[in-house]
């Protein structure tokens, strides 16, 4: 059952102590066997009659993630049989579930930023932005021929106005009406036996109105299938105002006062819209090529002069100075204290070549040894 028919109290509720021990069974039997485990099925918590002999059992959810929901078994009544049946059983959300947000459909939570150069959506037919437009049809010569020939009697007039042609009789009733729009030009030449007596002024009126039906169609292309209703042009005046091409853009203010309305570059659009946009067709523009509000700007009016270049040569500083040297001075080398070691090694060394004491040929084998593994050293520690 429906979870709003329970909260609409469109349905009755069944006191608990009147249901028979063997059908609340049966009830929690089935959700027993609906549920992944017994431990998910709590107490019967109500029951509703939605219909005569259909009953809905209501069992409390043990489920993680699904608190406050409910088991639901629907038993039907068969009286005659006096058996209890299984119509449908399903886990449905209480009062104080807690649901997901509601679902939005694809359309609805597209965004025009969302769209690629190569995505194809289409528009609805019913899309309130658009409206049907003038479609080619029959002369108004043909449509009136067509009336007379329906009524053999003279009419006492014949209107033709926004689109509509009346015939009414002498008595002024309402004989025929019929909506009718032309794009083509008509002879306007009726048959003169069709009017009586002051009716071909009336005529010459009604033709020139729709001549200038037909010049207003023209130049607004309003021919096409479909056109913009006014709350489609209202939408689009307003997202284009109030965008970055709108008065209120950081360009309209570095143009100083300079708006788009008096720039030769910019083009106004036709029809209602143009009594705020137009495009820019400036290449050096940001905005060249885009709808622009009249009292946007930038700093590429047509009406602000170029900065006077000067005619002042400045020389600009060199980027490299040869006309001085620098002196800096050298750090010491690091591997002198090792040559100072090696010259005092050999110094010593030297002085020791002078001692001819057979006591001290031992000792100074061995201080030669000392020397030579030093000197060994130092020359191991120059090469690297």
């Known amino acids: 059952m429906p979870q709003e028919q329970i909260q609409d109290n469109t349905v009755e509720r069944i006191d608990m102590g009147t249901i028979a021990h063997d059908v609340l069974d049966l009830a929690r039997s089935v959700a027993l066997e609906v549920a992944d485990n017994p431990e998910q099925v709590g107490d019967a918590i109500a029951a509703f009659a939605i219909e005569p002999q259909v009953v809905d059992f209501r069992f409390s959810s043990n489920m993680k993630g699904y608190e406050g929901w409910q088991w639901s078994v629907t038993l039907y009544h068969d009286v005659d049989r006096e ?35 190569t995505d194809v959506i289409g528009t609805e037919q019913d899309d309130a932005r658009l409206e049907t437009g003038f479609r080619k049809t029959r002369s108004v010569d043909e449509v009136v021929h067509d009336i007379l020939d329906d009524h053999q009697s003279d009419p006492h007039q014949l209107v033709h106005g926004q689109g509509v042609i009346r015939l009414y009789s002498q008595d002024r009733t309402l004989l025929q009406s019929v909506q009718h729009v032309s794009s083509a030009e008509h002879s306007g030449d009726f048959k003169s036996q069709h009017f009586t007596d002051g009716q071909e002024q009336l005529h010459k009126t009604q033709t020139q109105e729709l001549q200038e039906e037909l010049e207003v169609v023209q130049e607004m292309e309003l021919s096409r299938r479909r056109v913009l209703t006014p709350y489609g042009r209202a939408q689009a ?28 570059f910019f083009v106004p659009l036709s029809g209602e819209l143009n009594l705020m946009f137009g495009v820019c067709a400036n290449v050096w523009s940001p905005d060249d090529g885009r709808v622009v509000s009249r009292d946007h700007g930038c700093g590429q009016h047509s009406d602000i002069e ?21 002196i800096v001075a050298q750090a010491p080398r690091v591997e002198r204290e090792s040559i100072d070691a ?9 002085k020791g070549m002078f001692n001819t004491s057979k006591t001290d040929t031992t000792d100074t084998d061995a201080a030669d040894e000392d020397d030579m593994d030093k000197t060994d050293g130092v020359s191991e520690e120059l090469s690297e």
Not at 316 to 325: C, E, G, Q, V, Y
């Open 83 to 117: 058996q209890w049946t299984v119509n449908e059983s399903s886990l449905i959300p209480g009062e104080d579930s807690l649901l997901p947000p509601q679902w939005i459909p694809w359309k609805d939570r597209l965004l025009p930023s969302d769209l690629s150069v």
């Open 306 to 326: 170029p900065l006077t270049p000067s005619h002042l040569w400045v020389q600009p500083k060199p980027a490299f100075d040869d006309m001085h040297i620098d």
């Open 237 to 264: 005046a307003e997202r284009w105002y109030t965008g970055q091409h709108g008065p209120k853009s950081l360009s309209t203010k570095a143009a100083d006062g300079s708006v788009c309305q008096t720039c030769g």
């Open 342 to 350: 090696l010259e005092q090694a050999a110094d010593e060394r030297s």
